[in-house]
């Protein structure tokens, strides 16, 4: 675990560029990063995200992320292809690098942040086998700035799917998109 110093500074990591974070989790995306992706690429959100069941994602069941359909819970994530993100080019570059999800953007690192919006514990997340190297202790402000954003467009999105969850019928992946605004996008 990696514990915060009073002078701000952290270990930090340096990525081995594996591509392992890209190719095995199904990453979750909120209707934030999808409208970004959606008018970076000018494709609409359903070319861009699948709807994955219980059984596929390894996410608490409890998470804000579980939709309510007819077919069952669900949660938004990046389509793949070939057992990697539709993203991830053949060079094992990112695509769409500059507009990818928050989650993207923050990985490895987990960031605790206090109700001042300051880091309170920054540790690594162990959802695949990350072998990035271990660093200086060195300012984090990017990943930290990241994080913040991704707290508030995540929680945002967990409201709207209470609320969606909250309807008497389930309806559609397509209403769910509609719900979000994304239709046109
Ligand atoms: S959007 Fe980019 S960084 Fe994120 S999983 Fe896909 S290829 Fe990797
Ligand atoms: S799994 Fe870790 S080392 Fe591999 S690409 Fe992702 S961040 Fe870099």
């Known amino acids: ?10 270990t930090t990591v340096e990525c081995s560029r594996c591509t392992i974070c890209c190719r095995e989790p199904i990453v979750p995306v909120t209707d934030s990063d999808l409208k970004r992706i959606c008018r970076f690429l ?26 309510r359909f007819v077919q069952g819970k669900r949660a938004m994530g990046l389509r793949k292809r070939l057992s990697r993100c ?10 769409i690098y500059d507009h990818r999800p928050m989650t993207c953007r923050t990985f490895p690192y987990m ?9 309170l514990k920054v540790k690594l997340n162990k959802i695949v086998n990350c072998c990035c190297k271990r660093k200086k202790r060195s ?8 994080a913040k954003v991704e707290l508030e467009e995540d929680s945002r999105y967990y ?3 209470e609320k969606w ?19 046109g996008e």
């Open 159 to 161: 409201e709207k799917v």
């Open 139 to 146: 300012p984090l402000e990017e990943v930290i700035e990241n």
């Open 1 to 10: 675990m990696i514990k915060s110093s009073v002078n701000s500074l952290y």
């Open 165 to 183: 969850n909250k309807q008497k019928k389930p309806g559609t992946m397509r209403d769910f998109l509609m719900f979000l605004r994304l239709n």
């Open 111 to 119: 960031i605790d942040l206090d109700q001042d919006n300051k880091p």
């Open 42 to 67: 000018k494709k609409t959100a359903e070319q861009i995200v699948r709807f994955y069941s219980i059984d596929e994602m390894d996410y608490d069941s409890e998470s804000g992320l579980w939709i």
């Open 86 to 95: 539709i993203f991830l080019d053949d060079k094992n570059n990112c695509s």
